[in-house]
């Protein structure tokens, strides 16, 4: 019984360390530019910038949280993104995606922001 009273005590921490946030997501047409981690960003990628606050290094090419998964979900759909930007205009919770992984959760970009959470940093 210990043994499970353990387990059981890992898992929700586990699922405590990842964060759920709430926020704004809106698009943008990265065309090949560098983001901020210093990789090209394509307008087809599965891609989000996340807030300023997220980036703790010096430089931000070797920032941990370049490269990170998260996950996004919006009426009732769910997406998977990688960091690679940061998005100075963006509130502490917001998203700003590539235009491709925008219309692939929202059905078009014609909303040009909507309301989402996320998690996974």
């Given at each position: 019984m210990a043994g499970l009273t353990l387990i059981v005590t890992l898992l929700f921490s586990l699922v405590?360390?990842?964060s759920a946030?709430?926020?704004?997501?809106?698009?943008?047409?990265?065309?090949?530019?560098?983001g901020a981690c210093g990789k090209p960003i394509n307008n087809g990628d599965?891609?989000?910038?996340?807030?300023p606050?997220?980036?703790?290094?010096?430089?931000?090419?070797?920032?941990p949280v370049c490269g990170k998964t998260v996950t996004i979900h919006y009426n009732g759909k769910t997406a998977t993104a990688q960091v690679w930007d940061r998005c100075q205009?963006?509130?502490d919770n917001d998203l700003d995606a590539t235009p491709t992984?925008?219309?692939?959760?929202?059905?078009?970009?014609?909303?040009?922001?909507?309301?989402?959470?996320?998690?996974?940093?």
């Open positions: 405590a360390m990842a946030y709430s926020g704004d997501m809106t698009y943008n047409p990265f065309n090949g530019g560098l599965a891609t989000v910038a996340v807030a606050k997220f980036f703790t290094a010096s430089n931000p090419n070797n920032d205009g963006c509130g992984l925008f219309t692939n959760l929202v059905g078009s970009t014609d909303p040009g922001r909507v309301s989402i959470t996320w998690d996974g940093i």
